[in-house]
């Protein structure tokens, strides 16, 4: 899984509909520590506890892929309702989340929100998402 670097317009539909997320050079593997503590991407796309001066983990992605599932679903950018990200930082590390969109299947919402969880432990991992992409594409 490569992820550090997320934004929005790097996301990806190939001709068969199948989805991929890049960022053109600037990521590296999830288990690569990062030397510098620094926060870097785009603030809609980073973990509250990376805001908070903790490193990336692959459930620190997670929490971004959480964020592109919830574009997939409303067809805009992540906070897109924040006038120019005022004081976003500090409002994602207490909890602001994107608004769930209407309509939307339960199962779709209850995976997104466990994406989001504040505790990074609470975060599915990769292989639980796809084994549960799976499930939803054999239904």
């Known amino acids: 899984m490569f992820l550090p670097y997320v934004k929005d317009f790097t996301n990806h539909i190939s001709f068969h509909a199948i989805a991929y997320i890049s960022d053109f050079g600037l990521s590296q593997p999830v288990d690569k520590p990062n030397k510098s503590n620094e926060i870097y991407g785009i603030l809609p796309y980073i973990a509250p506890e990376v805001l908070r001066g903790k490193p990336y983990t692959k459930a620190a992605y997670i929490y971004s892929f959480g964020i592109i599932?919830?574009?997939?679903?409303?067809?805009?950018?992540?906070?897109?309702?924040?006038?120019?990200?005022?004081?976003?930082?500090?409002?994602?590390?207490?909890?602001?989340?994107p608004k769930i969109i209407n309509d939307t299947e339960p199962e779709y919402i209850e995976l997104m929100k466990r994406c989001w969880d504040e505790d990074p432990g609470k975060r599915p991992t990769a292989e639980e998402l796809f084994e549960c992409f799976k499930n939803w594409r054999k239904t």
């Open 69 to 97: 599932m919830w574009e997939m679903i409303s067809g805009v950018p992540g906070f897109n309702d924040v006038p120019q990200y005022f004081n976003l930082s500090p409002r994602i590390c207490r909890g602001l989340r």
